[in-house]
Each structure stands twice: as structure tokens, then as C-alpha cells.
């Protein structure tokens, strides 16, 4: 009788779904350096999103890593990895999934990542950044200046932090998310229009001509990027195994479907 050996089943990843973006620290061939710095990081997606920095005193460093995993460390005074082109180009609808942590908080807003448009105005080209009004201090998903103190962000911590939007606001709503928990909202006074003419993407800082402001000390481990609201099996997903692979599980809520095991 020949017996055929079982193969176990593979972990899941991002590359069993379509993704926008995806960017992975802990994959070194994805990243290329000079000197220790990073000058270029490829997109894992596919769609050849990468994000680079030609000036060498803007790039940031490779040196730091997080539970045996590299990470990207960005200064928070001037290193910034941008993509102009294609960018997230057209999308008016998009989820950003990250998992990272913020050194030091900036005395006024923190931009972890940001979008490029067109005629880019304040409040309007911010993708996941931490914001501070007065004491409360919260996290922001797609462009959509909301402050909540449920997603409070602390610095020293790693989590996944995510944003994602259900059409253009102000007619539609806002979803953010902090390790795995999400609250919905409904955007409201400046900052709450889309531009769907967005010409890139970057990490580290705002990009266009807010270049120089909001500058992030953090350090980041792996983005996804979707083009489109996140249904709620892949957001499990996601962020399942993105706290596995990056030994955060522990702050899964309860209740999450990969609490206990990666899917």
C-alpha cells in the first residue's frame, strides 16, 4: 500500500488576495540600502508601487529590528520614502492596514503615511497619522481628520493601525482600527473631502507641497494597501496574521477569529 505523505497547509499571506500595496521590512530583498540606509522599498503587490528617496540624508535607516524581524526607522526630522508614480492613482476607496510604532510624539501631528493630490490642502492628504487636540489624541483613516480617544496611540509600542472609507466623505463614513478593534464614524467639518486625483503615496511624512511638515519618528514592519473597503473576513485576516508574524497577538481582542493561532 503506498501511503502518500500529508502536506501540511501554508500560512496565510497577503498574496492570496489582490492587494494594492503591500510593503514587508522583514523581507530584505525587498529593500535596498546604502550605507545602512534605505533608498528604496519594493511593493510586494505586484503593481510595482515602489517607494525610494534619491537624497541620501532623507533616507531612512535598516538597522532596528522588532521580535527577530527588521524594521524601517524613520527620524522624524526629514526621512521620507515617497512613490509619485503610478502612486494610488484613482482610488477613491481604499483600506491601509500597518503595523508599526511611534518612537516620539511630535508636538503637534504625527503623518505615518500620506497621499499626494493634486492641489493638496490641510486636512485633505493625510492617510494614517496621529493627531493630538489637547489631551486626546487618536488615529486618523483616508484623508478624514477624526480624533477618537478609543484608538489612543502611545510611542515604544508596536500595533496594527488601519483606515478605510466607504466612498467619498462627507457622505459616507470613516472605519478606523487599532489591533484588531474598529470604530466607525461618520466625518464632519474640515478636512472631509476626497480628491480622487491622487498622483502618490508615501511613508515617513506628508508628500506634494506639504513636503517638510509632520515628519514621523517611527518604525515600521509591513503595510497593506487594498483598493477598496475591507470586507470583514479579510480585515481578520490581515491583521490575524500580521500580529502572529510580528508577535503582537497578545493584542488581539478577544474575540478576534485568529487570536490564538495565525490563520
Known sequence: ????????????TPA?????????????????????????????????????????????S?????????????DGVNDILDNASP????????????VMR??????????AMGIGITNPSDGRDRLLYRASNGTTQGFAGWSIDVLSSIHAIDTGNFH???GWN?????????????????????????????????????????RGSLVGNYYTNMEVGEIVVL?????QANFDLITGYMHHRWGIANLLPAGHPYKTAAP
Open 227 to 231: 483598493a477598496s473597503a475591507v470586507s
Open 87 to 98: 502612486g494610488l492613482n484613482g482610488l477613491s476607496t481604499a483600506t491601509i492596514i500597518a
Open 166 to 206: 466607504t466612498g467619498l466623505a462627507p457622505s459616507n463614513q470613516v472605519t478606523i482600527a487599532k489591533d484588531g478593534t474598529t470604530a466607525t464614524y461618520t466625518p464632519s467639518g474640515s478636512g472631509t473631502s476626497l480628491n480622487t486625483t491622487v498622483d502618490g503615496f508615501s511613508v515617513g511624512s506628508l
Open 1 to 12: 500500500m503506498l501511503i502518500v505523505p500529508r502536506r501540511m497547509a501554508s500560512s496565510w
Open 16 to 60: 492570496q488576495i489582490s492587494t494594492a500595496l503591500w510593503l514587508d521590512a522583514s523581507d530584505s530583498s525587498t529593500i535596498t540600502t546604502v550605507s545602512g540606509a534605505v533608498s528604496q522599498w519594493n511593493d510586494k503587490s505586484g503593481n510595482n508601487r515602489h517607494i525610494s528617496q534619491v537624497t541620501a540624508s532623507s533616507r531612512p
Open 102 to 111: 511611534y518612537v516620539t510624539a511630535g508636538s503637534t501631528e504625527d503623518v
Open 62 to 74: 535598516y538597522a532596528n529590528t522588532f521580535n527577530g524581524r527588521s524594521v524601517v526607522t524613520f
Open 160 to 162: 496594527t493601525f488601519a
